[in-house]
């Protein structure tokens, strides 16, 4: 039973470019969230995505946008990056099912997203 | 709006003793409360969880937590330490009230177990 992935592991980028994350949810669940975690931080959430919408968002700007496919993988987007977008990128999954809000949230190692 | 806090940023506990990670929140309405550790270079991995009933919860290797209301606190306990548990702990909240159902993390502790 595979877990969350994520791609890639570790990124690199330059000021003002753009990336492209990725995320395969834990098999049978449909729900993805994306977290930030900064360097000694706890995760802050960026947003949930469900049935292929956007279904909430944290206090991220516009720059920060993403998409759940079908077959319920997701990509985080980020344009114009910025030295402060270095971090940890989680992903997690879920299944919304009748009672989502207790549902463990289920987590990928991650993509570590440098810039310089 | 809801909050976290976990007031140590470091715990050191030697192996075999019992050991005390720390977490209070603040919340609108009844709280969904969950433990995640996360061990270095890796996601979170979920512990446990509150949701309603017996205020002691059972969770993964061997870990529990005491939800107590009145204090709003949600601490982290082990009877006995390994130093396999050193690792960075996170105390989370989700908030039903407000239809939300993602989870606010508080800033972590880093346990130490010492051989």
């Known amino acids: 039973d595979a877990g969350v992935t994520q791609s890639p592991t570790h990124l690199i980028k330059t000021r003002g470019q753009q990336v492209t994350l990725r995320c395969s949810p834990k098999?049978?669940?449909?729900?993805v969230s994306w977290y930030q975690q900064a360097l000694g931080q706890g995760p802050q959430f960026i947003f949930q995505?469900?049935?292929?919408?956007?279904?909430q968002r944290g206090n991220f700007p516009d720059r920060f946008s993403g998409h759940q496919f079908p077959n319920y993988s997701s990509e985080l987007n980020v344009n114009a990056l910025l030295l402060g977008d270095s971090a940890l990128y989680l992903c997690?999954?879920?299944?919304?099912?009748?009672?989502?809000?207790?549902?463990?949230?289920?987590f990928g190692d991650g993509t570590r997203l440098s810039i310089l | 709006a809801q909050s976290v806090a976990q007031p140590e940023d470091q715990v050191n506990v030697a192996e075999g003793n019992p050991l005390t990670v720390k977490c209070t929140y603040s919340?609108?309405?009844?709280?969904?409360l969950f433990w995640y550790v996360q061990y270095p270079n890796r996601g979170l991995q979920f512990l446990l969880k509150?949701?309603?009933?017996?205020?002691l919860v059972k969770g993964s290797y061997g870990f529990e937590a005491e939800f107590n209301k009145s204090q709003t606190s949600f601490h982290l306990k082990k009877p006995s330490a390994l130093v396999s548990d050193s690792a960075l702990y996170f105390c989370?909240?989700?908030?039903?009230?407000?239809?939300?159902?993602?989870?606010?993390f508080g800033t972590g502790t880093r346990l130490t177990v010492i051989p």
């Open positions: 997690a999954s879920s299944l919304a099912g009748l009672n989502p809000s207790n549902q463990p949230q289920h």
């Open positions: 098999s049978g669940h449909d729900t």
């Open positions: 995505y469900y049935e292929e919408e956007e279904r």
């Open positions: 919340v609108s309405g009844n709280p969904y």
């Open positions: 509150y949701i309603t009933g017996d205020n």
């Open positions: 989370a909240v989700r908030a039903l009230l407000s239809g939300a159902n993602n989870l606010f």
